[in-house]
């Protein structure tokens, strides 16, 4: 009898236990977010999903790298992951690298994301549209934003590099451009942003150690049943090639990839 009763008291106290232990993990803080990516394995991390780029349009190149010994080379070929665009939009095509779903940044939550980035010399100097990162807020099932331009974007179009928003408007609103001859060498990007419907919204922007963008204001759009954006909202980064479509192939690179979670009173 009591064995008998020992068992069951210890049976009860495994029981409870593992209720605490599922308890507290469910009632945990998540995480802050800080993840980093060298691309110097043979296969892409798992920081990143594929549904973003064709098979063979991701590569590891271990003979031009930032730092370590790889980078990730993208290109992008006629009709890659094609869109056929509609009322007022261009056909596209695009290789871009998408972060994965748990990664995804949170409305007033401050981010830094930093990542490098080489164009060739013969990379063409041309007027098609070209975004090399863009930030987007999630638009809610059946919403009819989908198709709604990045919040945050990051350019290079006719030798230009150009940071834009679109916020509650097709319009493109441009925070910051500078022309200058940017191939042929590494290109050093780091933003500060935090995503808000209201004027606590900011992006800091570095190139090159260079401050070059210190914007506060709105940075999402309104989240409503009419606009088809949740409250609150979430926020995905994507970075590569993804442009108009043309005839012929281009190619970057990509080497040094950041993002962490920054303090909530660093913006």
């Known amino acids: 009898m ?4 020992g068992n069951l008291i210890f049976g009860v106290v495994v029981i409870l236990l593992a209720a605490m232990r599922l308890s507290l993990a469910q009632n945990a ?3 802050p977010i800080d ?4 691309f110097e394995t043979p296969e892409l991390s798992g920081v990143w999903i594929h549904d973003r780029f064709e098979p063979g349009a991701m590569e590891i190149e271990t003979n031009l790298f930032r730092t370590g010994h790889g980078a990730l080379k993208a290109t992008v070929r006629p009709h890659d992951k094609f869109e056929p665009g509609g009322t007022g939009t261009s056909p596209s095509e695009r290789a871009e690298l998408m972060e994965a779903p748990k990664l995804t940044s949170k409305e ?3 981010y830094e ?3 490098s980035m080489f164009f060739p010399t013969n990379f063409p100097i041309e007027s098609t549209r070209l975004v090399i990162a863009q930030w987007k807020q999630y638009c809610a099932n059946g919403g009819n ?3 709604d331009s990045p919040v ?4 290079y179009v006719s030798g230009e590099l150009k940071i834009t928003q679109n916020i509650d408007s097709p319009h493109e609103k441009v925070l910051w451009q500078q022309k200058d001859e940017f191939r042929g060498r590494w290109l050093d990007f780091k933003f500060h942003v935090r995503f808000s419907t209201n004027e606590t919204g900011h992006v800091n922007a570095w190139l090159d150690e260079k ?9 999402a759009d309104t989240e409503s049943p009419a606009t088809g954006y949740p409250s609150p909202s979430r926020f995905f980064f994507k970075m590569g090639l993804y442009r108009n479509s043309v005839a012929t192939p281009w190619t970057s690179y990509i080497d040094e990839y950041r993002k962490k979670q920054l303090p909530p009173d660093d913006l």
């Not at 945050?152 to 350019?155: D, G, I, P, Q, S």
């Not at 401050?211 to 940075?219: C, F, P, R, S």
Request: hydrophobic share 35%.
């Open 108 to 110: 007033n939550v401050p």
């Open 145 to 147: 934003c989908s198709e």
């Open 113 to 115: 994301y930093s990542f």
């Open 29 to 31: 803080p998540a995480m």
């Open 211 to 219: 401050q070059v963008l210190d914007y506060k204001g709105i940075t």
């Open 35 to 38: 993840v980093y990516d060298g």
């Open 152 to 155: 945050l974007a990051l350019r």
């Open 2 to 5: 009591a064995t008998r009763q």
